[in-house]
């Protein structure tokens, strides 16, 4: 059993998902319990935002929820609300998340939520455990209901809808709030009571916190009542498509049936983390793609290529890993493949110099599990995969958006102003943060891998990647710091280097197949980022002793954005670190159990203590690295079932 407040997620496997916290709070606009992906895996709209739940005991009530309000004066505590005396509770989530409510009187209430695969609905259950001791309960379930973008929030208007359609041969109520918006279908063992209200003023305080509007006003069109001496309580909550086939006098089969093959896929997965990977690899199209992180991003192609190979390929999802790279191949245009889609889903944007070359070293980390497995791939495909890749290095060779080209050294140059290319790409307006204009390093030690790679077709690109790595091999040390440069040709100026001790380097020891940088050199590097970068959540993306280094991460969107690559802590950068430092110590038995004792479980400790398996997007730089950004991230949790399957055995 579990008692601290964070965060959990029902994922779908569509793009939508349910999330609250583990105290059953909301504190951000996009906490729900039904929040559907119309356009999987885009187009999010959030339907069902919580609920509020009572039991009635005799004469007394007892609140199993409470909500969060605004306050009645600017800088007042909010204001918590609950109908009745609220009761202690104990949370568990290794399967689903299940709380149990303490009744006083020796019963317990278990409550659980659960959200099957492959369906835009969530189940919600209530069970009165011990019902032969003590009176009858009543319990009385308060929907509320929205229908908006879930990045927008929700405000009192005229045209919201509250009346509910009855369909009686189905016994389900049909909630249609906007004619605009997917209805919400609820299945129920109980009795719907129309009760149309508005209930303004709720107030996320995670919104606050990041400085964004933080108040929605939120429609409850009336009450579900059940009698838990009768029984468990169910209450389905989904789209039309997600329960066409659902009818209430079967309601409890069905949910039976749901539960057991449920329980079955999550307790065939090793490890909370190779559970955790299912939720980020989702349909797009025909194909299959990664969502960057829940609960805001959708799939980005940086983030997709990184999180792969930790998130598939070490959890033996070879299948699914094709499936998406093959997807993604279509879309290389001069040598670039798109960063991300719009929400929408058709319009891309090409806007990430490196997002093409983690395509190329997926690519060859995927073929190399199909051979390892036994595994022949169709020649369709391959011709595909190789076609994006022969693409991907002839069209960054030749020069295309962005002034990505190959430069006289062979090294790949990349960058113009107002435009932020590699993965430290904060940018608030029109200003960016960390333009790294030039040749960054560890774009050299992707563009060196790409080569090899890319050799098996053409062997005009074996020899440029001789030539690069002579040319990374003088350019990029630095002698001074006894470390490598983190962009040689600074703004396209011949000479002009930038110093400053970041994580990138690392790449050009670990984290690709191939090694660019070896002996005594690598040795330097690994050293100098564990001393002064490497934390118990990550690497730091900027040493501290750095001017510009940024410790804490919290206030309005300029603060957050202007400190997230300066010295804001990378869960994901653990992968090429201890990787990198296997390699210089030895890569033997010995040495991988050594780092899987000194990095990789004092990691998994600090950033997922509750053994839910996801890690979150960043933490911050400064003790004790409180999680921060996204809480629910893929290249996160890619990295380290990388390690741990992979690197580390």
């Known amino acids: 059993m579990k008692h601290a407040d964070f965060e959990w997620l029902e994922a779908d496997g569509l793009g939508g998902f349910a999330s609250h916290t583990s105290l059953g709070t909301r504190t951000r606009r996009y906490h729900a319990l039904l929040l559907v992906a119309r356009k999987p895996p885009t187009d999010r709209r959030v339907l069902v935002n919580g609920v509020d739940v009572v039991v009635e005991i005799g004469n007394e009530k007892l609140a199993l929820t409470s909500q969060t309000y605004k306050p009645a004066l600017e800088g007042d505590k909010p204001v918590i609300r609950h109908e009745g005396r609220p009761l202690k509770s104990t949370f568990d989530d290794s399967l689903w998340p299940l709380w149990t409510y303490e009744l006083g009187d020796g019963r317990r209430i278990e409550h659980a939520v659960m959200v099957p695969r492959g369906r835009p609905l969530v189940v919600l259950s209530w069970r009165l455990v011990s ?49 605009s918006e997917p209805a919400v279908v609820a299945l129920s063992s109980g009795v719907f009571e ?167 070293v997926a690519v060859r980390d995927l073929r190399l599990a199909e051979k390892r497995a036994g595994i022949s791939a169709s020649n369709v495909e391959e011709w595909r995969l190789n076609a994006a890749i022969v693409g991907i290095l002839r069209g960054y060779a030749a020069g295309g958006r962005h002034g990505i080209r190959m430069d006289g050294d062979h090294l790949l140059r990349a960058g113009e102003p107002g435009v932020q290319l590699t993965w430290m790409d904060a940018k608030v307006g029109d200003h960016v943060v960390t333009p790294r204009i030039g040749k960054p390093v560890e774009i050299q030690a992707l563009w060196i891998n790409a080569l090899r790679i890319g050799e098996e077709f053409d062997s005009r690109f074996g020899a440029w990647a001789e030539a690069a790595e002579a040319s990374f091999s003088q350019r990029f040390w630095n002698e001074d710091t006894r470390y490598l440069y983190d962009v040689v040709d600074c703004d396209h100026v011949a000479g002009r280097v930038d ?149 580390l055995l």
Not at 195 to 219: H, I, M, N, V
Not at 246 to 254: A, H, K, M, P, Q
Not at 521 to 540: D, F, M, S, W
Not at 573 to 587: K, S
């Open 194 to 360: 129309e009760q149309g209200y508005w209930y303004r003023d709720f107030f996320y305080t995670e919104e606050r916190d990041r400085g964004l509007e933080c108040f929605e006003d939120l429609g409850a069109p009336g009450t579900f009542t059940f009698d838990l001496g009768c029984g468990e309580a169910f209450l389905v909550l989904g789209t039309e498509e997600g329960t066409n086939d659902l009818e209430v006098d079967s309601l409890g089969e069905r949910i039976a049936a749901m539960r057991l093959s449920e329980r079955a896929r999550r307790e065939a997965a090793p490890s909370p983390l190779a559970r955790a990977a299912s939720a980020y690899v989702v349909p797009r199209g025909e194909g299959r793609t990664v969502l960057a992180g829940y609960p805001w991003f959708t799939d980005w192609g940086r983030d997709t290529f990184i999180a792969l190979r930790g998130l598939c390929l070490a959890t033996s999802r070879l299948g699914e890993a094709r499936r998406i790279l093959v997807q993604w191949a279509g879309s290389v245009s001069h040598g670039m493949l798109p960063n991300r889609f719009t929400d929408s889903g058709e319009l891309p944007e090409f806007n990430s110099v490196d997002a093409s070359l983690w395509f190329v």
């Open 131 to 179: 019902p032969e001791a003590g009176s009858g309960a009543k319990l009385t379930v308060r929907p509320f209901l929205s229908g908006r973008d879930y990045h927008a929030l929700h405000r009192e208007n005229p045209d919201f809808n509250f009346r509910p359609e009855t369909d009686t041969a189905k016994g389900r109520w049909v909630f249609r709030t906007y004619e």
């Open 499 to 647: 110093g400053r001790i970041r994580p990138n380097a690392l790449y050009a020891v670990g984290g690709l197949p191939f090694q660019v940088l070896g002996g005594e050199r690598a040795k330097q590097v690994v050293q100098l980022a564990e001393a002064k970068l490497l934390t118990p959540a990550g690497l730091r993306s900027l040493s501290p002793e750095d001017p510009q280094y940024r410790g804490t991460y919290r206030g309005s969107v300029w603060a957050r954005d202007t400190a997230y690559h300066q010295g804001t802590v990378w869960p994901f950068l653990m992968g090429p670190f201890v990787e990198a430092w296997v390699r210089t110590h030895g890569d033997s038995d010995a040495v991988r159990d050594e780092a899987r004792r000194l990095f990789l479980t004092p990691f998994l400790a600090t950033l997922d203590p509750h053994g839910i398996g996801h890690l979150p997007e960043i933490a911050e730089g400064d003790e004790p690295h409180a999680p921060r950004g996204c809480p629910f991230q893929a290249w996160s949790v890619g990295e380290a079932l990388r390690l741990d399957r992979m690197v």
